[in-house]
């Protein structure tokens, strides 16, 4: 039987947290996995240093994946702002994560 699992991301100006909870056949969820480090490279809702708020997600991602024993690969992501505007775009995301590179091609 394969166990489903979702994945919150939450990137804040002074938190930056990750959830990891498995889906119960019953449609419930049970955590078994969280990471909350400050944040970094984040400064009133806007990423002023990619590099430092890839760094501490990457360990969050990590810290969590450790806790829940599962790999993430895929993730629901909040993030506000009041300078936030959407559009249709294609991209990229490389995390390096102790020697494991998640890629992850996302469309908007």
């Known amino acids: 039987m394969e166990i489903d699992f979702i994945v ?3 990137i804040g100006s002074a938190r930056t947290r990750v959830l990891i909870a498995e889906i119960a ?3 419930g969820a049970k955590i078994v996995g969280v990471a909350d480090r400050p944040s970094g490279g984040v400064e009133k809702g806007r990423i002023t240093d990619e590099e430092k708020a890839s ?4 360990r969050c991602i990590i810290e969590a994946e450790r806790m829940a024993g599962v790999n993430v690969e895929g993730a ?3 993030f506000s702002s009041a300078g936030i505007r959407s559009f249709s775009s294609q991209g990229v995301l ?4 102790e020697g494991r590179s998640l890629i992850e091609k996302f469309s908007m």
Request: aromatic share 0%; hydrophobic share 35%.
């Open 8 to 10: 919150s991301i939450d």
């Open 25 to 27: 056949e019953s449609g």
């Open 55 to 58: 760094k501490v997600l990457s």
């Open 76 to 78: 629901c992501l909040s």
């Open 94 to 97: 490389n995390l390096d994560m």
